[in-house]
T-cell receptor, first 113, second 112 residues
């Protein structure tokens, strides 16, 4: 079974731009979560989607948004990029019945210049 | 609130040394507990998990026991290898919330 895939793997943007990241979960997984990882703040939860509905949300500004499609694929969008948004963005999918184990993708490395 | 605290790194060991990485948690319910490992340039990989008190998770020589009385889930390995060099994250999840709480990560360096 294929793992979680994220595209693109690397992105370079400038301040003020917006960016969209994509995540394809493991086949059959309906829950997708997003995390931001930085050296200073560690792993921070962004949001979680299940059946196209956002069920949980972390403490991030409204510039960070996401959505999930009927095939469980998910996208996250960051508008008006700031230098501090430079990070590794990780997506994780879950079957929910498997003791809530989350399976992570390789991440998208976003650099904001 | 719910949280995970793990020992700060980096931890530097010689090959074949014994490893312990401490992890304690605070949770309002009955969490599942996990250890994830992250190799340079990669995402997180599930290393092991335990879903109830006294469960022992094990994988690739690593072990951790869910201790409800001490709210701990310490990671151990009897003999580390250079290839174990990575960052290790302790995490908990509360059933049905699918929201994970991660520790800050502990970097392990193993020298030959």
């Amino acid at each position: 079974k294929a793992g979680v895939t994220q595209t693109p793997r690397y992105l370079i943007k400038t301040r003020g731009q917006q960016v969209t990241l994509s995540c394809s979960p493991i086949s059959g997984h309906r829950s997708v979560s997003w995390y931001q990882q930085t050296p200073g703040q560690g792993l921070q939860f962004l949001f979680e989607y299940f059946s196209e509905t956002q069920r949980n949300k972390g403490n991030f500004p409204g510039r960070f948004s996401g959505r999930q499609f009927s095939n469980s694929r998910s996208e996250m969008n960051v508008s008006t990029l700031e230098l501090g948004d430079s990070a590794l963005y990780l997506c994780a999918s879950s079957l929910l019945t498997d003791s809530d184990t989350q399976y992570f993708g390789p991440g998208t490395r976003l650099t904001v210049l | 609130g719910d949280s995970v605290t793990q020992m700060e790194g980096p931890v530097t060991l010689s090959e074949e040394a014994f490893l312990t990485i401490n992890c304690t948690y605070t949770a309002t319910g009955y969490p599942s507990l996990f250890w994830y490992v992250q190799y340079p340039g990669e995402g997180l990989q599930l290393l092991l998990k335990a879903t109830k008190a006294d469960d022992k998770g094990s994988n690739k020589g690593f072990e951790a026991t869910y201790r409800k009385e001490t709210t701990s889930f310490h990671l151990e390995k009897g003999s580390v290898q250079v290839s174990d060099s990575a960052v290790y994250f302790c995490a908990l999840s509360l059933y049905n919330f699918n929201k994970f709480y991660f520790g800050s990560g502990t970097k392990l360096n193993v020298k030959p």
